[in-house]
């Protein structure tokens, strides 16, 4: 997993030999983090479709709440259990099966171009994807690209996302006193944990509305276009609700403007929070250190770097000086693409195909990824649809995905390419 | 350690061999926790002075902060090491050496009545010394008690202790959904971890002034007799400022301010909070659950027991009722002595001897303890006196004990004694 380093090569090859398999000349390029898996098979004559997809997984802990093992592959239930089972290998393993599929439909050959980008840091912010793009740039051209997940909704209906939110992570850590102190000192040592909880509580209001100053500055108000889908997007958050065990979303949010909040704001999240005593039983300890993580979740035109800096102002100006402020990764840039693209509109045709049900065109997901530099550098039109559905628990245990949406995801896949390439079936 | 539950048959063993060795008559008293080490030898015509310590210890965590295992005694630079070298296996050690000597001194025999009660649950609140006390109310008659801890302070001056403060210690926990979410779902799923930093970060504001409803009601006034001692007191916030590396105390207090706080205001303390992602590197998570750990120290006359109640309301109140409360441990009521008692003036008396300096009289220890069913059941004058200095590090890694200490503190528990006694040195 990226987070910790560990396995990156191992799981860089194992992917590479699949693109090999499928055709394709496969390199893996050296980053200054993890390795990056491309692979490319052009066809003369036809468009190219790039996949951007990535190997490395979210840490599996806390591995008690699990099922089974994380990290073999359990299926029970007409599901698939395992630690990247939707985020992302098995999304990264529809796309292979969906190209086989199409060599099988067409004569045994690919129709279309294929460019893969498979990268290991997708889970810490991809911080080599950037400049990965910039070097890469004349290598990556392509007609439109198929993003690293997608899927159904709490109802089962097909979305096809066109938007990512940015993000910036940071490490906070405070020290008040040399080492820890007898908790009967607390009249007169400052206690670390305190001063972080207090640093953390004064970032938002108990709705999720961050209070740092100038934080919604740059905030682009939704096109026409995009508040429009936004407001005919079905509900979710009922099942959502049942599914994940929550009585009431922040605000109250309902409907559509669950739908806004989730698509459209910005957020700051607390990641983890520890400091002192935490085993059983009681210690009396005042605690001299304390650490957390966020992350900021941002939307257009809401630039990371600018964000961190008006946490560190925040901090200074609140009394929590002694809050020491590092950015964890380097951070993404928050990105959309036109939803009335006519490469947008193919897919949604393609989607509501294979599901038998229109497909829900969402601006943006909550979630982020390195879409800038592919829309906003490469330009290329991306769409993203995938295997992934509401109660796939994505970065928690038993991490899941279900065989009936690897089917009619694998094949929307299928028919979103053939219509790019203007194909017709068995043709 | 009395947290874990480990080792408390061994260590009550050890500590009963102890006292039978110095020809007490031992038993082993079983309670609802950790047995009682009960000793006992009267002698006619003399006073009984009541010894109070107990044989557990403080959790040793974090292991990796100590300079040597924690549970091998290590001698270095004048100093033992180890986890209870002052809290409070050096202090028993201390006393049980001290009745060896007044042996020595008087002929081979102990020239007062002795009494011990050796518990194993005083650094989880002591929950079974009230009832332990009431039980053996006829069998713990004594003229005087010499408590558990006590030494020097910063500036190596001896301090004689009459007080201390009452304790209560709740274990917050709270959940915002069924398992962890991805934090994308930010904008509109409740964060545990944030919820539980603004509860604890709403208890009080940054220079540790309570701001739970009432908690300040039952504060009694100091009288005139212990205001007198709290601003006589000397200086020692610059030494220990130095000492545990703090810049500034809270409220930047210092000089009798400093004393005044630590010995008669009532505080909250966090021990510890923890949720979420703690490891290397980032995960972004939306925490589902979190929990932390409180300890009040109150002064008379709060009540524990409403106190807690008063939490409860203040987290009712401030829109953290999904925080749930959970008293860890029986709590303990603040207690004070009468600081010009006789018994305690003759104390203070053998100090200066000992030490060739006043001895400095303390109200209030910021610490707590059992100190209640003794002064207010048995009704027994109790004065705090020992080995202890002002960077052992009770309850830290490193805690440790000079030989100096050892050799003053034992030889000033001496001569109280025989102050008590109406004895003369060597008769």
């Not at 993000?167 to 944990?193: C, E, F, K, M, W």
């Amino acid at each position: 997993m990226a987070a910790e380093g560990r396995a990156q090569g191992e799981a860089a090859e194992s992917v590479a030999a699949e693109l090999r398999e499928l055709g394709l000349a496969v390199e893996v390029h050296p980053t200054d983090g993890a390795p990056v898996v491309f692979a490319e098979r052009r066809v003369p004559g036809a468009p190219t479709v790039l996949f951007y997809n990535h190997y490395d997984v979210q840490p599996a802990d806390p591995l008690e709440a699990w099922t089974a093992d994380p990290f073999t592959l359990d299926e029970r239930d007409g599901k698939l259990f395992g630690r990247g089972a939707t985020d992302d290998k098995g999304q990264l393993a529809s796309r292979v099966v969906a190209l086989e599929w199409l060599k099988r439909r067409h004569g045994g050959e690919l129709p279309v171009g294929v460019v893969f980008v498979v990268e290991g840091e997708e889970e810490v912010g991809s911080p080599n994807m950037a400049p990965y793009v910039t070097a890469m740039r004349d290598r990556l051209r392509a007609d439109a690209c198929v993003w690293e997940f997608g899927g159904v909704d709490a109802h089962d209906r097909p979305h096809l996302v066109s938007g990512l939110k940015g993000i910036a992570t940071v490490d906070l850590s405070v020290r008040t006193a040399d080492y820890d102190q007898h908790s009967g000192l607390g009249p007169v040592v400052q206690n670390a944990v305190w001063l972080m909880a207090a640093a953390v509580a004064s970032l938002r209001d108990a709705e999720g509305r961050v209070l740092i100053d100038g934080f919604y500055d740059r905030v682009r108000p939704a096109t026409e276009r995009e508040a429009h889908y936004v407001a005919v997007a079905p509900r979710e958050d009922d099942v959502v609700a049942r599914q994940i065990g929550v009585e009431r979303f922040l605000a109250g949010a309902t409907g559509s403007e669950w739908q806004r909040r989730l698509q459209l704001e910005p957020v700051v999240n607390v990641n983890g929070l520890h400091g002192g005593y935490g085993g059983p039983g009681m210690k009396t300890v005042l605690p001299a250190s304390a650490t957390a993580k966020l992350d900021f979740r941002l939307v257009p035109d809401q630039d990371p770097e600018e964000v961190v800096g008006l946490l560190r102002a925040h901090l200074d100006r609140h009394g929590f000086g002694a809050v020491e402020t590092r950015l964890a990764e380097r951070p993404e840039h928050p990105s959309r693409v036109d939803p009335d693209h006519p490469w947008v509109r193919h897919a949604a045709a393609a989607l509501e195909e294979a599901y038998g049900t229109p497909a829900i065109v969402t601006i943006s997901s909550g979630g982020s990824g390195p879409l800038s530099p592919f829309v906003d550098e490469l330009g290329v039109p991306v769409i993203m649809i995938g295997v992934g559905y509401a109660e796939g628990r994505a970065h928690a245990p038993d991490e899941n995905v279900r065989w009936s949406d690897v089917e009619r995801g694998t094949y929307a896949t299928v028919r979103t390419i053939e219509r790019w390439a203007g194909l017709t079936p068995d043709g």
